[in-house]
């Protein structure tokens, strides 16, 4: 009897303070892989074409193009097509996708390019890499997608671009983003990082806008390590495309000929390979995150203080890259998010994330402008400036709040688990909940 209150106590104390915790089963190994991505390896190995261009292949446009040999001209139109987009063009990350997509979208220094508060450094930083000046917008509550009311605020007669970010998997709100960009006369370029798979009534992320870009670095739902795609249907910006991943050269012109600057931002054949069959796997996974993810959307509606983003009726699919909810200290007796993921994952929930600490504006690179050796490209121009990074705000307040208090994250790879692990992360939170006051 002793030890069984021993036990029941112990599984009542919270496991941050020394109790049992909720769950002690692995979480599933990501990324997946078995010999049919090992064979694929071995097969670039053994095939001595581990560079892309040793078949001499450019940029694959025409629907009639016989199927290429190399890996990664593969790779890129089973992609594009799986995305509803004609072309996609291979590159090293979804950082330099996003630089590249900007170029040939004609985005140039002096440009303002709009971007939400509250996504990864590289929305912001390719504008910058450009030449161009990011300008941040908030974010909309319920989604934490760009609120395209702030959008619409933020237009200047310098503005030429706007980087909708599909945040952990939800499409953004793109009708309305389009009819601003064809009002003012701006490219539309998405960063579907997180989004492979996701789509928009019906229509793919990554064919939404005049360009997508997509991340393949480990953490994404369709991985190689490393890698991103450009996803389009407008061939001119597809073979600019291509030129600024091959150093500036042209399809079909002498290696030696360099039409643009560009740099070298080509993907391998090996990774090409590993996303081929990593494709094959993502409906699959697809189907299983979102099975989980609207499991825990009924299951913690039942907590008071828990609230998952919402899932627009415009989102036909969601890659749930992220899982999102916000946290209301309040309903925890005041406990703040940073001690309330620590005691998540004390309980096992190891993925439990706190997600960006602030908004990317409040980075030291925006704040003190230190960008190419200080302020360029920002304070070169009259309108830049006038840019104070640390203004921005009292401009994306529900950015911040996500930040410093309501956002937490679980990661795709939790929701490949089975059923019971959706039950314990939901146990966990109650256990937390109803502990939090010996936390305080
Ligand atoms: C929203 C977003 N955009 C762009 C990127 C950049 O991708 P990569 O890590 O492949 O450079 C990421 C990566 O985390 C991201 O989350």
Known sequence: MEDWEEITELMEQLALLGGNPVRTAPWPRWPVFDEREEQAILEVLHSGHWWRHSY??????????????????????AFARAHDCQYGICAANGTVTLEIALRAAGVKPGDEVIVPAYTYVATATAPLMVGAIPVFVDIHPGTYTVDVQRIAEAITEHTRAIIPVHFGGQPCDMDAINALAQRYNLVVVEDAAHAHGASYYGRKCGSLGALGSFSFQA????????????????????????????????????????????????????QGAILLVQLERLAEQMEKRTANALLLNSLLSEIEGVEPLSILPSTTAHSFHLYIFRYRPEAF????????????????????????????????????????????????????????????????????????????????????????????????????????????
């Open 56 to 77: 001499g292949q450019g940029v694959e446009l025409a629907e009639g193009d016989e199927q290429p040999q190399s890996m990664v001209a593969r790779f890129q139109r």
């Open 219 to 270: 953490s994404k739902n369709l991985t190689a390590g490393e890698g991103g795609i450009i996803t389009t249907n407008n061939f001119d910006y597809a073979e600019m495309c291509e030129s600024l991943v091959w150093a500036g050269r042209r399809r079909g012109e002498p290696w030696y000929r360099h039409y643009v600057l560009a740099s070298n931002a080509r993907m391998t054949e090996f």
């Open 333 to 440: 007796g005041g406990l703040d998010k940073q001690r309330f993921v620590q005691a998540l994952q004390a309980e096992g929930i190891t993925g439990a994330f706190a997600g960006y600490a602030t908004p990317l504006y409040a980075n030291p690179m925006f704040l003190e402008k230190w960008f190419m050796g200080g302020p360029w490209p920002v304070d070169a121009f009259a309108h830049g400036q006038r840019i104070n990074y640390g203004d921005f705000a009292e401009l994306c307040p529900i950015a911040e709040r996500a930040c410093a208090i309501e956002a937490v994250w679980l990661p795709q790879t939790m929701l490949l688990a089975d059923t019971q692990a959706m039950y314990d992360i939901v146990a966990a939170i109650k256990k937390v909940q109803a502990h939090a006051h010996r936390l305080l």
